[in-house]
């Protein structure tokens, strides 16, 4: 969708179609009693649609310093291109990653490869809460593949800090940790909203993601 534009080199902006909020592939009360819909409507229409319409704006004002060759307003602009440009790009992923019908354990390559990598499921699912309950005011924890390396790894990225465009790694799950994706229905305790989560995980998108990255 749209957040594939959002790896292309800035040069290309000039051409470039504005970004679009995608939509939902369920109700907001879909995940319901794990993520209310109160939280999900604010969360997708109102946050999401927020960093989708400041990265246009920001992307505009980069066309105009590119065109009027303003190096000092380009590097300017960085900081709101990574922030809503990952903010749009990061929740694109979350959408997917969820799902009413999710939960259990993945089945396939991707779990030989986080047996492989992690010695079982209860280890990663340990270690990912961990990190994410461990990020220090807003962030994500994420689950990314290496390429070079040709193995799975966790890591925890800062505000809305891209994964591949910070890390290197491909996201595959990732599990939003700012305090607007669960203090409506979790209020300060992240354990709580990182226990429940586990029960929608779409394993379905995360394996999807898992064998196109590997090709």
Aim: glycine share 10%; aromatic share 10%; net charge positive.
């Amino acid at each position: 969708r749209s957040s594939a534009k959002l790896v292309a080199p800035l040069g290309c902006l000039v051409s470039r179609q504005k970004h679009t909020l995608p939509d939902l592939p369920y109700d907001y009360g879909a995940l319901e009693p794990h993520i209310n819909a109160e939280i999900m409507q604010l969360h997708h229409g109102k946050h999401h649609a927020t960093y989708v319409n400041n990265l246009n704006v920001a992307e505009e004002k980069y066309k105009e310093a590119l065109a009027k060759g303003d190096v000092t307003a380009q590097v300017s602009l960085q900081p709101a291109l990574k922030f809503n440009g990952g903010g749009h790009i990061n929740h694109t992923i979350f959408w997917t990653n969820l799902s009413p019908n999710g939960g259990g354990e993945p089945k396939g390559e991707l779990m030989e490869a986080i047996k492989r990598d992690f010695g079982s499921f209860a280890n990663f699912k340990e270690k990912l809460t961990a990190v994410s309950v461990g990020v220090q005011g807003s962030g994500w924890g994420w689950l990314g593949y290496n390429k070079e390396q040709g193995r799975l790894q966790i890591a925890a990225c800062a505000n809305q800090d891209p994964l591949q465009g910070t890390t290197g790694l491909i996201p595959l799950l990732g599990i939003d940790v700012w305090e607007h994706a669960y203090y409506l229905q979790y209020k300060n305790v992240r354990p709580d909203y990182l226990k429940a989560i586990w029960n929608v995980i779409n394993w379905e998108n995360v394996s999807s993601r898992y064998a196109t990255c590997k090709k």
